[in-house]
């Protein structure tokens, strides 16, 4: 069952930029978390952010909640091309695991 | 900084074959994970378990079996392993006090091409 997906699923954009990726989820959450993935190694968390809060930053790094459109965005200020990856939301369900979206490719070009 | 250890980078077995997957973190996490992670499907939670010698499984299990005898190890088991399990197998760790709640690590990930 899938809770999470991403919006756009692939992304291309000049260094400096800034990038935004959506999530949508169907059913209600407490917390919702962003992993980036270099190509060819494992997850790595970015930020959880709970469903009492709004915004959340972690340097570049932007996070918006908005439950009453069941939807979150990040958002990556002044792009690099070491961003390149694969970016995930994750949402825990009404059975307690973690789901994972199937991720936006963002691409920054030099 | 927590550390997942996944045994092998790339495996290639045969079809039929018993195959483990050994996953080590260092941080004395209570709860791990194995996914599956397979291109247009995401990633897909096989087990997981949140005690030693304690298991729950996941979204699709079916052909799969884990051992958790100690903390820090957590093993995946591909029974006789099929062609449909080629994948990207990643394994994750995370706290204790729920299991939806934190931030899970990861490993850099297991290859597996069954021939």
Redo the contacts between chains.
């Keep these: 069952?899938?809770q999470g997906e991403e919006d756009p699923q692939a992304l291309s954009i000049q260094e400096g930029e800034n990038a935004t990726m959506n999530c949508s989820y169907k059913t209600s959450i407490?917390?919702l978390?962003w992993y980036r993935q270099n190509s060819?190694?494992?997850?790595?968390?970015l930020i959880?952010i709970r469903s009492n809060e709004r915004e959340k930053h972690s340097g570049r790094l932007r996070v918006t909640l908005d439950t009453s459109k069941k939807s979150s965005s990040l958002l990556i200020t002044a792009s690099r091309a070491a961003d390149t990856a694969s970016y995930?939301c994750a949402t825990?369900?009404n059975t307690?695991?973690?789901i994972?979206?199937?991720?936006t490719t963002l691409q920054v070009k030099p | 900084d927590v550390k997942v250890t996944q045994s092998s980078r790339y495996l290639v077995k045969r079809t039929g074959e018993k195959v483990f997957l050994e996953c080590v973190q260092d941080m004395d996490h209570e709860n791990m994970f194995w996914y599956r992670q397979d291109p247009g499907l995401g990633l897909r939670l096989i087990y997981f378990s949140y005690d030693v010698k304690m298991k729950e499984k996941g979204d699709i299990p079916e052909g799969y079996s884990v051992s958790r005898e100690k903390k820090e190890r957590f093993s995946l088991i591909l029974e006789s392993a099929s062609t449909n399990q080629t994948s990207m197998y990643l394994c994750a760790s995370s706290p204790g006090g729920g299991v939806s709640n934190q931030p899970q690590h990861f490993g850099d990930g297991t290859r597996l091409s069954i021939l």
Excluded at chain 1, 40 to 45: D, E, I, Q, S, T
Excluded at chain 1, 100 to 103: C, L, N, R, V, Y
């Design positions: 069952s899938q407490n917390n978390q060819g190694r494992g997850l790595v968390h959880l995930f825990d369900s307690g695991k973690l994972f979206g199937q991720g």
